[in-house]
């Protein structure tokens, strides 16, 4: 049985989401952030001497960070579901947007809403970060300008790694400038599977 370590509000519910895609059985052990400080609590470092989530258990193997985790499911357990054939120019694609999402689009968006909490202090940054965060968002409204899902008409584990991104951008009011993206996060939070997770996951502010 797969164990998802979930923390509430975070990246973890997106494996959560996954897992329902797949169909897979899994346990949820519940992680509650700290009202004051919106931090993990120090019980994660139990199963992740970093303290973060997403963590799972499969078995004898601990897995941590969000597109290690989308790669060994789909790999382990997905019988070949969301993920181009290994040998296809499309797998390359893919595996650009496993890392893409955290490696690229995640940093500008992050330190957007962190210096947006400086106040006047935080202004000289906010014209760079306001740049990379267009420039980033809008190669992704662009990938998306032509099919429903980054590899075509197809969900694919890329789209579950990189839903985070296009929620994140949600929430900080950023899609009425980039109509396809907004059409893609819409889509995806529409589908069955990623309802479902929810019902699961309990308390997630990202799909408002």
Request: glycine residues 8%; aromatic residues 10%.
């Amino acid at each position: 049985m797969i164990i998802v370590h979930h923390l509430n509000n975070s990246r973890s519910q997106r494996i959560l989401w996954l897992l329902e895609e797949l169909g897979l059985p899994y346990e949820i052990k519940r992680y509650q952030r700290d009202p004051k400080t919106n931090l993990a609590p120090p019980e994660l470092k139990a199963i992740n001497a970093l303290g973060k989530s997403p963590v799972i258990e499969d078995g004898a193997n601990v897995v941590i960070e969000s597109a290690a985790i989308v790669d060994y499911l789909i790999r382990r357990h997905g019988d070949g579901r969301l993920q181009p054939d290994p040998a296809t120019a499309a797998y390359d694609q893919y595996v650009q947007w496993l890392h893409f999402a955290e490696g690229s689009a995640m940093l500008p968006l992050m330190l957007n809403l962190y210096v947006g909490r400086l106040g006047d202090a935080g202004a000289p940054l906010h014209p760079r970060i306001e740049s990379e965060v267009a420039n980033y968002l809008g190669y992704l409204n662009e990938a998306l300008g032509h099919t429903p899902y980054l590899l075509g008409d197809d969900l694919s584990g890329a789209d579950i790694q990189m839903s985070f991104i296009g929620e994140i951008a949600k929430a900080q009011g950023k899609l009425p400038a980039y109509p396809h993206l907004a059409a893609w996060v819409q889509r995806f939070q529409a589908r069955p599977a990623y309802r479902q997770a929810l019902e699961q996951g309990g308390e997630y502010a990202f799909a408002k």
